[in-house]
């Protein structure tokens, strides 16, 4: 129970002293993002991938009240598919696609350069994006038991990867000035709430706390106030 409470704390404080800062950076679009934004989508994975390795408590079952529709397979692949599309989308926007789609001339480019830029290009950037799919609705073998040593150190990792690409996906938000006012900080919170939960839901499937549902949603609140 308290490894989360930990995860989403430290979460916190890093938000508070480096979010705005981020936030600056990813203002201005370029390669580095791109890099900073790729290299954490595959720790993201990466750590999705730990947390649904994880063995669930012996009771998790009996005490869980998480509905069963939010661990279905078709509401996993629905959400993964969501995040894939807007991690493309925001991809594409520190490479400068979304500005430069708007000048390029198709007249003046061939059939492959036109292709490329219009099809292959973000077809690409789509494709690897939905890899998140697999991570997050396929079928995992659970290997990390309950018992073992490293148990406790895989899972905080999990539990810090998935709350590292959250903080990086925040200030990615704050940056694009979209979300502003109460109604902005709604539309924020819904938003985190669809992209970046699933993981949180895994993992309180298999150690359920309330505690820990709540110390997610705060960190969750507190992102999106930061955002608007």
Same mark, same amino acid.
């Given at each position: 129970?308290?490894?989360?409470?930990?995860?989403?704390?430290?979460?916190?404080?890093?938000?508070?002293?480096?979010?705005?800062?981020?936030?600056?950076?990813?203002?201005?679009?370029?390669? *580095?993002?791109?890099?900073?934004?790729? /290299?954490?989508?595959?720790?993201?994975?990466?750590?999705?991938? *730990?947390?649904?390795?994880?063995?669930?408590?012996?009771?998790?079952?009996?005490?869980?009240? !998480?509905?069963?529709?939010?661990?279905?397979?078709?509401?996993?692949?629905?959400?993964?598919?969501?995040?894939?599309?807007?991690?493309?989308?925001?991809?594409?926007?520190?490479?400068?696609?979304?500005?430069?789609? !708007?000048?390029?001339?198709?007249?003046? *480019?061939?059939?492959?350069?036109?292709?490329?830029?219009?099809v292959y290009a973000p077809g690409a950037l789509?494709?690897?994006?939905?890899?998140?799919?697999?991570?997050?609705?396929?079928?995992?073998?659970?290997?990390?038991?309950?018992?073992?040593?490293?148990?406790?150190?895989?899972?905080?990792?999990?539990? *810090?990867?998935?709350? /590292?690409?959250?903080?990086?996906?925040?200030?990615?938000?704050?940056?694009?000035?979209?979300?502003?006012?109460?109604? /902005?900080?709604?539309?924020?919170?819904?938003?985190?709430?669809?992209?970046? !939960?699933p993981p949180r839901v895994w993992y309180l499937?298999?150690?359920?706390?309330?505690?820990?549902?709540?110390?997610?949603?705060?960190?969750? /609140?507190l992102l999106a106030w930061q955002v608007g």
């Open positions: 129970m308290i490894l989360p409470i930990l995860a989403d704390t430290a979460s916190a404080a890093v938000a508070i002293l480096l979010l705005p800062t981020l936030a600056e950076l990813f203002a201005e679009p370029g390669t *580095l993002n791109v890099l900073l934004l790729g /290299g954490a989508f595959v720790v993201y994975c990466t750590a999705v991938y *730990l947390i649904r390795k994880l063995e669930s408590s012996a009771d998790a079952d009996r005490v869980s009240r !998480l509905p069963a529709w939010l661990t279905q397979t078709i509401t996993m692949r629905v959400l993964a598919i969501f995040f894939a599309l807007v991690l493309a989308a925001e991809l594409m926007q520190q490479l400068g696609y979304w500005e430069s789609i !708007l000048v390029v001339d198709d007249r003046v *480019l061939g059939a492959g350069e036109s292709a490329a830029f219009f789509i494709g690897a994006s939905l890899f998140y799919v697999l991570v997050l609705s396929a079928s995992v073998r659970v290997s990390i038991e309950e018992g073992s040593r490293n148990y406790t150190g895989l899972a905080l990792l999990g539990l *810090l990867g998935v709350n /590292g690409m959250l903080l990086l996906g925040t200030a990615v938000l704050q940056s694009t000035q979209f979300f502003s006012g109460w109604l /902005g900080m709604i539309g924020a919170f819904v938003l985190l709430v669809l992209l970046f !939960l499937a298999k150690r359920p706390s309330l505690l820990a549902a709540l110390s997610y949603l705060a960190l969750l /609140g």
